[in-house]
């Protein structure tokens, strides 16, 4: 697929299946036309959590837009990566028009799954319809409390035991996440204790102790969460990272900017270990709420000085900087992130904006603080950050909470990322003028 569509031209998009597989076609019109098509500077642009290619398109139309007047006399080509992930259908993207299954579950909340969320769920997991079929069922009828939530914890597990897609390892989270394996119903409660603490549209009832049932479609979320979360840095290390090195081959000239959202942060950044010996065309990369560990770049974890993180020195394939934005208002990584990511052991309840501080920083997320344990990762707010020039290399955090801010529960501003100021962002970090 070409400009067809888009709010810029040239735009090619590059197609990766679960394994890291691209597209042939794809790939090879892309290495073509870049250089045929006059460009200079290649922003390439990986979506997270996404349910099919035209959401994925709609968030690239909209995210490119302002860049050819921020940057018109820039040669600007442009990347949109599509890769198979999955989000369920009540997680509010801001600014986007509602799905009409979303309208409906607002008006007749049950079932708990609602049709889109159903077939993307079928999707992710294919063949485990029956195991998926009673899991909604669960949901809607809430079954027998703790019997029912133990019975439900185990086919969540199932899903999971027959995932056959284990993916790149994360920095600091080697092994599966033990919010799987454990109790059901303290991670239901949990969750249920945190979705009350971000308000009323996040099943909270006011004074009332939160019914673990609420938490449990939070678990359900968090499995599939997991299962992409590996994915991407599969097809960043297999699939995009060696795309990458085959248009450095054929368009030596070409900057590459990286940028990702969410999960396609994580892809873009795992692209930096799959990119061949001795390239050196990526000259930025810009995470956008970046859902995956904090540590990634780090030559040694706070809490394990004999680890490095998965990502130890990446940063130094990148002729610029790695500029990480970050918000307080998303939710999906300062609430649920920390939750779902910490090991077994430390079962203390917890909730809301607590959540990070009660857990400690071990298991916080890129897009909740930043880039941590990298010495000389330069901070900066927004405004600072596209008021004067980045550094010229290695990290940069840039709390973008002045305009990542707007999301109901449960995922918050998680997917509040177009904005011209983002945008702006990822040209000053590629020194496009």
């Given at each position: 697929?070409?400009?067809?569509?888009?709010?810029?031209?040239?735009?090619?998009?590059l197609t990766f299946d679960a394994d890291g597989d691209v597209?042939?076609?794809?790939?090879?019109?892309?290495?073509?036309?870049?250089?045929e098509r006059g460009v200079r500077d290649l922003i390439v642009f990986s979506?997270?959590?996404?349910?099919?290619?035209?959401?994925?398109?709609?968030?690239?139309?909209?995210?490119?837009?302002?860049?050819?007047?921020?940057?018109?006399?820039a040669r600007l080509g442009y990347v949109g990566v599509v890769w198979p992930s999955m989000r369920f259908s009540d997680e509010p993207i801001p600014d986007f028009p509602k799905s009409v299954a979303a309208v409906e579950a607002e008006a007749a909340p049950r079932p708990v799954l609602d049709k889109d969320s159903r077939r993307a769920l079928l999707e992710a997991f294919p063949g485990r319809a029956p195991v998926l079929d009673q899991l909604a069922r669960m949901l809607d009828e809430r079954p027998d409390g703790a019997r029912g939530l133990a019975e439900f914890g185990r086919l969540v597990r199932?899903?999971?035991?027959?995932?056959?897609?284990?993916?790149?390892?994360d920095t600091d989270e080697e092994g599966e996440p033990a919010v799987f394996a454990g109790d059901p119903v303290t991670v239901c409660e949990q969750f249920a204790e945190a979705l009350a603490a971000l308000g009323p549209e996040g099943g909270g009832a006011g004074f009332s102790l939160p019914n673990p049932w609420d938490g449990a479609k939070e678990l359900l979320r968090q499995a599939t969460y997991y299962r992409m979360k590996r994915r991407a840095g599969t097809v960043g290390e297999r699939g995009l990272g060696p795309v990458l090195g085959r248009v450095a081959d054929a368009a030596p000239g070409v900057r590459v900017h990286l940028a990702g959202h969410s999960f396609g942060g994580r892809l873009v950044a795992f692209a930096l270990?799959?990119?061949?010996a001795g390239v050196d065309t990526v000259k930025s990369v810009t995470l956008l709420q970046g859902a995956f560990s904090h540590y990634a770049f780090a030559d040694r974890l706070p809490h394990a000085p004999d680890r490095s993180g998965a990502l130890e020195g990446r940063q130094r394939r990148v002729d610029g900087p790695v500029v990480c934005c970050y918000s307080h208002f998303d939710a999906a990584l300062g609430t649920f992130y920390p939750l779902a990511s910490r090991l077994a052991g430390d079962d203390r309840a917890c909730a809301g904006s607590e959540i990070a501080a009660v857990l400690g920083p071990r298991w916080g997320a890129m897009g909740h603080d930043g880039v941590q344990a990298v010495p000389g990762t330069a901070r900066l707010d927004l405004a600072a950050a596209l008021g004067g020039p980045l550094p010229a290399s290695g990290c940069v955090n840039v709390d973008a909470a002045a305009v990542v801010r707007r999301g109901g529960a449960p995922t918050g501003a998680h997917s509040d990322i177009v904005h011209p100021e983002l945008a702006r962002l990822v040209l000053a970090a590629g020194r496009i003028a």
């Amino acid at each position: 697929m070409a400009d067809a569509g888009m709010s810029v031209t040239p735009y090619w998009e590059l197609t990766f299946d679960a394994d890291g597989d691209v597209e042939g076609p794809e790939r090879d019109r892309l290495v073509a036309q870049v250089t045929e098509r006059g460009v200079r500077d290649l922003i390439v642009f990986s979506h997270g959590w996404n349910n099919d290619r035209s959401g994925a398109t709609a968030l690239y139309r909209r995210f490119f837009a302002p860049m050819p007047k921020l940057a018109p006399k820039a040669r600007l080509g442009y990347v949109g990566v599509v890769w198979p992930s999955m989000r369920f259908s009540d997680e509010p993207i801001p600014d986007f028009p509602k799905s009409v299954a979303a309208v409906e579950a607002e008006a007749a909340p049950r079932p708990v799954l609602d049709k889109d969320s159903r077939r993307a769920l079928l999707e992710a997991f294919p063949g485990r319809a029956p195991v998926l079929d009673q899991l909604a069922r669960m949901l809607d009828e809430r079954p027998d409390g703790a019997r029912g939530l133990a019975e439900f914890g185990r086919l969540v597990r199932l899903l999971l035991d027959a995932d056959g897609d284990p993916g790149v390892a994360d920095t600091d989270e080697e092994g599966e996440p033990a919010v799987f394996a454990g109790d059901p119903v303290t991670v239901c409660e949990q969750f249920a204790e945190a979705l009350a603490a971000l308000g009323p549209e996040g099943g909270g009832a006011g004074f009332s102790l939160p019914n673990p049932w609420d938490g449990a479609k939070e678990l359900l979320r968090q499995a599939t969460y997991y299962r992409m979360k590996r994915r991407a840095g599969t097809v960043g290390e297999r699939g995009l990272g060696p795309v990458l090195g085959r248009v450095a081959d054929a368009a030596p000239g070409v900057r590459v900017h990286l940028a990702g959202h969410s999960f396609g942060g994580r892809l873009v950044a795992f692209a930096l270990r799959g990119l061949p010996a001795g390239v050196d065309t990526v000259k930025s990369v810009t995470l956008l709420q970046g859902a995956f560990s904090h540590y990634a770049f780090a030559d040694r974890l706070p809490h394990a000085p004999d680890r490095s993180g998965a990502l130890e020195g990446r940063q130094r394939r990148v002729d610029g900087p790695v500029v990480c934005c970050y918000s307080h208002f998303d939710a999906a990584l300062g609430t649920f992130y920390p939750l779902a990511s910490r090991l077994a052991g430390d079962d203390r309840a917890c909730a809301g904006s607590e959540i990070a501080a009660v857990l400690g920083p071990r298991w916080g997320a890129m897009g909740h603080d930043g880039v941590q344990a990298v010495p000389g990762t330069a901070r900066l707010d927004l405004a600072a950050a596209l008021g004067g020039p980045l550094p010229a290399s290695g990290c940069v955090n840039v709390d973008a909470a002045a305009v990542v801010r707007r999301g109901g529960a449960p995922t918050g501003a998680h997917s509040d990322i177009v904005h011209p100021e983002l945008a702006r962002l990822v040209l000053a970090a590629g020194r496009i003028a």
